[in-house]
T-cell receptor, first 122, second 110 residues
């Protein structure tokens, strides 16, 4: 059974850099996109970005200047780095897998991690 | 740039049918092709419907999706207490090269 597991520091100081890792178990990177999505407490989902197995990335335009994603196929991990964090970045961060339907020509999130809470302190 | 608009809440009694809309702000692009996700309290989202109408294996038949005009809809038939959750629509915006989520709809079973 394929599983995703986020890992992170839990607490980050304002203006510092947040680093998160998602470990994939039970499968390889293959032909999927791998994403980060966050959710502030009591609020909706916000897409952060995605990376393909080739290393190609797309980022949320509102976060693009602060976000970098990378992939480590040898460790079956992908990572998120977000610079200059503020209280507004406090949220639960999810990693997720995007799969593709060749019959419907659409990508969708078919697998999610449990999420890791991140608090930015001043 | 896409904005997906969902009603903040919806409710029904057990057994009823509840419908949630997802309207795309750019009225000239036709029917949006969206995915729907269910988020039970304290858990990660789960795929419910993809490509507006397709149900993944394992999702009960009482969940169905449709689209018409500039809106997509999710219907829950035979509402159950375990359907109390937040529901989100999402689409890929080709102009932004980004995923856009609707604001979410909280479904309450009365």
């Amino acid at each position: 059974q394929v599983q995703l597991q986020e890992s992170g520091p839990g607490l980050v100081k304002s203006s510092e850099t947040l680093s998160l890792t998602c470990t994939i178990s039970g499968d390889s990177f293959r032909n999927y996109y791998w994403d980060w999505v966050r959710q502030p407490a009591g609020k909706g989902l916000e897409w952060i970005g995605r990376i393909y197995v080739s290393g190609s990335t797309n980022y949320n335009p509102s976060l693009k200047s602060r976000v970098t994603m990378s992939i480590d196929t040898s460790k079956n991990q992908f990572s998120l780095r977000m610079t200059s964090v503020t209280a507004a970045d406090t949220a639960v961060y999810y990693c997720a897998r995007e799969d593709y339907s060749s019959t419907s020509w659409i990508w969708f999130f078919d697998l999610w991690g449990r999420g890791t809470p991140i608090t930015v302190s001043s | 740039q896409s904005v997906l608009v969902q009603p903040p809440s919806a409710s029904g009694t057990p057994g009823q049918r509840v419908t949630i809309s997802c309207s795309e702000s750019r009225s000239n692009i036709g029917s949006p092709n969206v995915n729907w996700y269910q988020q039970l309290p304290g858990t990660a989202p789960k795929l419910l419907i993809f490509a507006s109408t397709q149900r993944p294996s394992g999702v009960p038949e009482r969940f169905s999706g449709s689209k018409s005009g500039t809106s997509a809809s999710l219907a829950i038939s035979g509402l159950r207490s375990e359907d109390e959750a937040d529901y989100y629509c999402a689409l890929w915006d080709d102009s932004l090269n980004a995923w856009v989520f609707g604001g979410g709809t909280r479904v309450t079973v009365l």
